[in-house]
């Protein structure tokens, strides 16, 4: 919680500091502040930059989030103490004319007062995103903006730093044709611009929403020149943004900061003060007037932007995250972390260190002092020819000077003195020549078995690449080099699947009503009633259980007397409608009132009903198909577990068939659930790797260039452009490539290296076609200066470079 301000300035008496502003960007869905100050020119100096989510949309909510915000501005600036801040308030909160609704007025006092901070202003944040491209590019911007918060996507359209479209849009599945619609519906401009730019504190719902963007077809649907480019704004955009058009401002006389000194301009897009409240006329940028910059989402301008003292990284997005700028000398480059706790410390300066070169100290580049070896090195422009020999001078690091001959020398004389000093005494003459064959069988020993070297021959290859048409035929068994033909095989796998639904179908169920009516005949004659025939009453239907026979009328002086009988009926639906009160009249639907009517004399009752679900077609349909999209994807991964060896599968060929379905529950039946199974079968074609690979063998190796063969395991084939036709057989593009390695014949290299010096040994693998660079590793310290006489001490390893 923010303390009160005289509490503060007690506790952390305030220092003669720069004066510190605060931006702060409300949202629907999160808040966001940065703390900076004005330097030279109006560029600011952002110091730290803070997120809050706002957990449900609602004021007090947010008021909390802020209060978040500026207590942990206030930590990392210690002993600073916030209160004028700008403003960045989102489309929802302006008016058509835009002023801020009063009702939203009255809480941003709220706000402000309850965090004793002073409202210097506020800025619309679309407004401040095009400030800051006009600022970065030095032309006013042309540009789509989405700016997403919560569920609701605000669609701008600017031209030339004008806005001259707007549409507050749904985030849902109907979002792209909304926003077709919406950029449909601008007239002011011929063409769109081609830069969308989508900006949103949810990471999820804009790269969603960017993917949807960038794969749907605008040039046929929208008046685009090209495919519009779409970027993601980073997070730490519009607290930048809204940053440096109240610096702008700020620096140009609009905002003026003191006690309670604050003169709008007639440019500014801030309302000051307590204007938020009282204002009537909310001030609109012209972004005209603004000049210089680079993209909008870049953390540096050259010397003019926020490199020199502070970059704000991308906020992260979670509900305790802060975002600190270190604090270096103006000299010194910066350096952004995210900081996941707020207590943990703020980034200290980097210490002074001196640079200085490896070189300047006593090391080589690319050579270790501890391994003595012989590059031999090509550069690229020699490399381009394959019969081009190896013309760079290479430098020789001395070597020791073989002591063999000087040795032996000295060993001779002192032999030579020893025997004629003993001369006369055989013993003696005997035991000096035996010494000196051990010290012969030493040295041959020394220099001749013990010395060994590994030559190691770094090799470029030659990448040959081919594109042809392969025809993949399920109809033949073998492969066709001349026609490029290779066998198919067709692959089967069946998989089967239960699922349950709830039932959606409605129906009611119940009995008719039944009972006991009287039948009058009106008529001088009998009327004989078949069972089943229909009466009428109060708009219900019902019908005669049994035939029934009705006798006449009779007639006598003055009156007549009808004819009557007893019968029973069942109404024809059911429920309590047709349980009819007594002395109901009914009709007969074959004769007129005149002829035959009927009353009950008792109450009809039985008439019962209710509703329950019973099963449809559409339940049949939907359980199909949600049992057929969990088993497709089964299906095909067992189908290509299926393929063995070197045989792949074709996924443009594969095939999905329902083969059977059956259902526990009948048509029309009561039920709440519906069960089923489902069995499909999945098909597909597959073609063997190596048959294909065959195909491009021979004329692979026939554009292989002089001196070099072709490395047949090495050859890789992609198919694309796959069209299966009626016939069964599949055509496509096959593109090939493989590496040709240079033609090198160990054993003449190591009969022509046996007994040369480094030197000469350079010289002859100079001549050999695609050697790049060759190191030179002995065995022995002492013998280094030549390459061993014995063939069998020389070791050769030839690397491929990749």
């Given at each position: 919680?923010?303390?009160?301000?005289?509490?503060?300035?007690?506790?952390?008496?305030?220092?003669?500091?720069?004066?510190?502003?605060?931006?702060?960007?409300?949202?629907?869905?999160?808040?966001?502040?940065?703390?900076?100050?004005?330097?030279?020119?109006?560029?600011?100096?952002?110091?730290?930059?803070?997120?809050?989510?706002?957990?449900?949309?609602?004021?007090?909510?947010?008021?909390?989030?802020?209060?978040?915000?500026?207590?942990?501005?206030?930590?990392?600036?210690?002993?600073?103490?916030?209160?004028?801040?700008?403003?960045?308030?989102?489309?929802?909160?302006?008016?058509?004319?835009?002023?801020?609704?009063?009702?939203?007025?009255?809480?941003?006092?709220?706000?402000?007062?309850?965090?004793?901070?002073?409202?210097?202003?506020?800025?619309?944040?679309?407004?401040?995103?095009?400030?800051?491209?006009?600022?970065?590019?030095?032309?006013?911007?042309?540009?789509?903006?989405?700016?997403?918060?919560?569920?609701?996507?605000?669609?701008?359209?600017?031209?030339?730093?004008?806005?001259?479209?707007?549409?507050?849009?749904?985030?849902?599945?109907?979002?792209?044709?909304?926003?077709?619609?919406?950029?449909?519906?601008?007239?002011?401009?011929?063409?769109?611009?081609?830069?969308?730019?989508?900006?949103?504190?949810?990471?999820?719902?804009?790269?969603?929403?960017?993917?949807?963007?960038?794969?749907?077809?605008?040039?046929?649907?929208?008046?685009?020149?090209?495919?519009?480019?779409?970027?993601?704004?980073?997070?730490?955009?519009?607290?930048?943004?809204?940053?440096?058009?109240?610096?702008?401002?700020?620096?140009?006389?609009?905002?003026?900061?003191?006690?309670?000194?604050?003169?709008?301009?007639?440019?500014?897009?801030?309302?000051?003060?307590?204007?938020?409240?009282?204002?009537?006329?909310?001030?609109?940028?012209?972004?005209?007037s603004h000049t210089n910059v680079r993209d909008a989402g870049s953390d540096s301008v050259d010397n003019k932007t926020d490199a020199e003292d502070g970059q704000v990284d991308e906020l992260v997005h979670h509900d305790t995250v802060d975002v600190h700028i270190q604090k270096e000398s103006p000299d010194a480059a910066r350096t952004v972390t995210g900081i996941p706790d707020e207590n943990q410390d703020d980034i200290t300066e980097e210490s002074n260190v001196q640079v200085v070169n490896p070189e300047?100290?006593?090391?080589?580049?690319?050579?270790?002092?501890?391994?003595?070896?012989?590059?031999?090195?090509?550069?690229?422009?020699?490399?381009?020819?394959?019969?081009?020999?190896?013309?760079?001078?290479?430098?020789?690091?001395?070597?020791?000077?073989?002591?063999?001959?000087?040795?032996?020398?000295?060993?001779?004389?002192?032999?030579?003195?020893?025997?004629?000093?003993?001369?006369?005494?055989?013993?003696?003459?005997?035991?000096?020549?035996?010494?000196?064959?051990?010290?012969?069988?030493?040295?041959?020993?020394?220099?001749?078995?013990?010395?060994?070297?590994?030559?190691?021959?770094?090799?470029?290859?030659?990448?040959?690449?081919?594109?042809?048409?392969?025809?993949?035929?399920?109809?033949?068994?073998?492969?066709?080099?001349?026609?490029?033909?290779?066998?198919?095989?067709?692959?089967?796998?069946?998989?089967?699947?239960?699922?349950?639904?709830?039932?959606?179908?409605?129906?009611?169920?119940?009995?008719?009503?039944?009972?006991?009516?009287?039948?009058?005949?009106?008529?001088?004659?009998?009327?004989?009633?078949?069972?089943?025939?229909?009466?009428?009453?109060?708009?219900?239907?019902?019908?005669?259980?049994?035939?029934?026979?009705?006798?006449?009328?009779?007639?006598?002086?003055?009156?007549?007397?009808?004819?009557?009988?007893?019968?029973?009926?069942?109404?024809?639906?059911?429920?309590?409608?047709?349980?009819?009160?007594?002395?109901?009249?009914?009709?007969?639907?074959?004769?007129?009132?005149?002829?035959?009517?009927?009353?009950?004399e008792q109450p009809l009752f039985g008439g019962t009903s209710r509703e329950v679900t019973v099963v449809t077609r559409k339940d049949y349909d939907t359980l199909t198909k949600k049992a057929t999209d969990k088993l497709i994807s089964q299906a095909k991964g067992e189908l290509a577990q299926n393929v063995g060896g070197s045989q792949i599968l074709i996924d443009d060929t594969i095939a999905v068939n329902v083969t059977d379905k059956t259902f526990q529950e009948e048509l029309d039946q009561e039920a709440?659930?519906?069960?089923?199974?489902?069995?499909?079968?999945?098909?597909?074609?597959?073609?063997?790797?190596?048959?294909?690979?065959?195909?491009?063998?021979?004329?692979?190796?026939?554009?292989?260039?002089?001196?070099?063969?072709?490395?047949?395991?090495?050859?890789?084939?992609?198919?694309?452009?796959?069209?299966?036709?009626?016939?069964?057989?599949?055509?496509?593009?096959?593109?090939?490539?493989?590496?040709?390695?240079?033609?090198?014949?160990?054993?003449?290299?190591?009969?022509?290296?046996?007994?040369?010096?480094?030197?000469?040994?350079?010289?002859?693998?100079?001549?050999?076609?695609?050697?790049?660079?060759?190191?030179?590793?002995?065995?022995?310290?002492?013998?280094?200066?030549?390459?061993?006489?014995?063939?069998?001490?020389?070791?050769?390893?030839?690397?491929?470079?990749?």
């Amino acid at each position: 919680m923010k303390l009160p301000t005289a509490i503060t300035k007690i506790i952390k008496p305030k220092s003669k500091q720069k004066n510190i502003y605060v931006s702060l960007i409300l949202e629907s869905d999160h808040v966001a502040g940065a703390c900076f100050y004005i330097s030279d020119g109006s560029v600011p100096k952002l110091l730290h930059a803070v997120l809050r989510k706002v957990a449900d949309n609602d004021w007090q909510d947010r008021i909390a989030a802020c209060d978040q915000v500026i207590s942990a501005l206030e930590a990392r600036l210690e002993s600073e103490t916030i209160s004028d801040v700008i403003l960045g308030l989102p489309q929802s909160y302006l008016g058509a004319d835009g002023n801020i609704k009063s009702d939203i007025k009255a809480n941003l006092k709220k706000l402000t007062e309850q965090l004793e901070l002073n409202p210097i202003g506020f800025v619309s944040l679309q407004d401040a995103i095009v400030y800051k491209l006009k600022y970065d590019d030095g032309v006013p911007a042309s540009v789509i903006l989405l700016l997403v918060a919560d569920a609701v996507v605000d669609l701008f359209v600017y031209r030339v730093g004008k806005m001259v479209g707007y549409a507050p849009l749904k985030l849902g599945a109907t979002v792209l044709s909304d926003i077709e619609t919406a950029l449909k519906s601008i007239t002011d401009i011929e063409v769109l611009p081609s830069k969308i730019f989508i900006y949103g504190a949810n990471k999820d719902q804009v790269q969603i929403l960017a993917n949807k963007l960038t794969t749907y077809s605008w040039p046929e649907k929208v008046n685009f020149l090209h495919i519009p480019k779409v970027e993601i704004l980073t997070s730490d955009i519009l607290v930048r943004s809204v940053s440096f058009a109240g610096a702008g401002e700020l620096k140009r006389g609009a905002i003026i900061t003191g006690q309670s000194e604050i003169t709008p301009s007639a440019q500014s897009q801030f309302i000051v003060g307590d204007e938020i409240d009282n204002s009537s006329k909310a001030y609109k940028p012209d972004i005209k007037s603004h000049t210089n910059v680079r993209d909008a989402g870049s953390d540096s301008v050259d010397n003019k932007t926020d490199a020199e003292d502070g970059q704000v990284d991308e906020l992260v997005h979670h509900d305790t995250v802060d975002v600190h700028i270190q604090k270096e000398s103006p000299d010194a480059a910066r350096t952004v972390t995210g900081i996941p706790d707020e207590n943990q410390d703020d980034i200290t300066e980097e210490s002074n260190v001196q640079v200085v070169n490896p070189e300047d100290i006593g090391f080589r580049p690319n050579e270790d002092v501890l391994d003595e070896s012989y590059n031999l090195k090509t550069s690229k422009k020699e490399s381009k020819r394959y019969d081009e020999p190896i013309d760079e001078e290479i430098k020789e690091t001395p070597q020791m000077e073989r002591p063999q001959a000087e040795v032996v020398t000295n060993i001779l004389s002192a032999f030579g003195k020893l025997l004629s000093s003993v001369k006369g005494h055989r013993l003696l003459a005997v035991l000096g020549f035996g010494a000196l064959a051990i010290v012969y069988g030493l040295f041959y020993v020394l220099f001749s078995i013990l010395p060994h070297v590994t030559v190691k021959i770094s090799v470029d290859p030659v990448k040959i690449n081919q594109q042809k048409v392969v025809t993949v035929d399920p109809n033949t068994t073998t492969i066709n080099p001349e026609k490029m033909i290779v066998p198919a095989k067709k692959l089967d796998h069946t998989v089967s699947g239960e699922e349950i639904i709830k039932v959606t179908g409605t129906k009611n169920i119940g009995d008719p009503a039944t009972g006991q009516i009287i039948i009058y005949n009106k008529s001088l004659s009998g009327k004989t009633l078949k069972k089943g025939s229909a009466l009428t009453s109060n708009g219900l239907s019902f019908t005669l259980n049994d035939e029934v026979k009705v006798a006449s009328a009779t007639e006598s002086i003055g009156s007549i007397t009808f004819g009557k009988t007893t019968a029973a009926i069942t109404a024809a639906q059911i429920g309590t409608k047709s349980n009819l009160a007594q002395n109901s009249e009914f009709e007969f639907a074959d004769y007129d009132t005149d002829i035959l009517i009927a009353r009950n004399e008792q109450p009809l009752f039985g008439g019962t009903s209710r509703e329950v679900t019973v099963v449809t077609r559409k339940d049949y349909d939907t359980l199909t198909k949600k049992a057929t999209d969990k088993l497709i994807s089964q299906a095909k991964g067992e189908l290509a577990q299926n393929v063995g060896g070197s045989q792949i599968l074709i996924d443009d060929t594969i095939a999905v068939n329902v083969t059977d379905k059956t259902f526990q529950e009948e048509l029309d039946q009561e039920a709440k659930e519906l069960h089923g199974k489902i069995t499909l079968t999945v098909s597909g074609y597959a073609y063997d790797q190596v048959q294909i690979q065959t195909l491009f063998t021979q004329s692979l190796s026939a554009s292989a260039p002089p001196g070099y063969s072709l490395n047949s395991d090495n050859i890789q084939v992609t198919l694309s452009d796959i069209q299966v036709k009626k016939t069964g057989i599949i055509q496509t593009e096959a593109d090939a490539s493989a590496l040709a390695i240079p033609q090198l014949k160990p054993d003449e290299i190591k009969a022509a290296l046996a007994g040369k010096s480094i030197s000469a040994a350079q010289e002859y693998l100079k001549t050999l076609s695609g050697i790049t660079e060759v190191n030179f590793l002995f065995s022995v310290p002492y013998a280094k200066s030549k390459i061993p006489k014995r063939i069998a001490n020389i070791q050769l390893e030839i690397e491929v470079k990749k």
